[in-house]
């Protein structure tokens, strides 16, 4: 299993980035996929979520209405568009999938939102 994130940077407050998730090394349109971010000096916490057929998707209060999660099976990526950032989205995102009892972890990509 190989999760690459890529997508991030250096945003405005009020600005907008998409991160990217390539998976390969699974069958990836069986598995729900999930965007975790992990903050500097705090725990890893789960952001998103999107069931296997894209038909549902969960998101963690705090970005509710401003991030989107998505998912195209043809390209095995899944997507997470990031609105209206604010500077306490700052932190490292990480895409993950959980296969049985193993879960899979990218390398993260580095999100800051500063002016």
């Known amino acids: 299993v190989r999760l690459v994130e890529s997508g991030g940077g250096l945003v405005q407050p009020g600005g907008s980035l998409r991160l990217s998730c390539a998976a390969s090394?699974?069958?990836?349109?069986?598995?729900?996929m999930n965007w975790y971010r992990q903050a500097p000096g705090k725990g890893r916490e789960l952001v998103a979520s999107i069931s296997s057929t894209g038909g549902s998707t969960n998101y963690v209060d705090s970005v509710k209405g401003r991030f989107t999660i998505s998912r195209d099976d043809a390209e095995n990526t899944v997507y997470l568009q990031m609105n209206s950032l604010v500077p306490e989205d700052t932190a490292v995102y990480y895409c993950n999938v959980v296969r049985g009892i193993r879960s899979h972890w990218g390398r993260g990509t580095q999100v800051t939102v500063s002016s």
């Open positions: 090394g699974f069958t990836f349109s069986s598995y729900a």
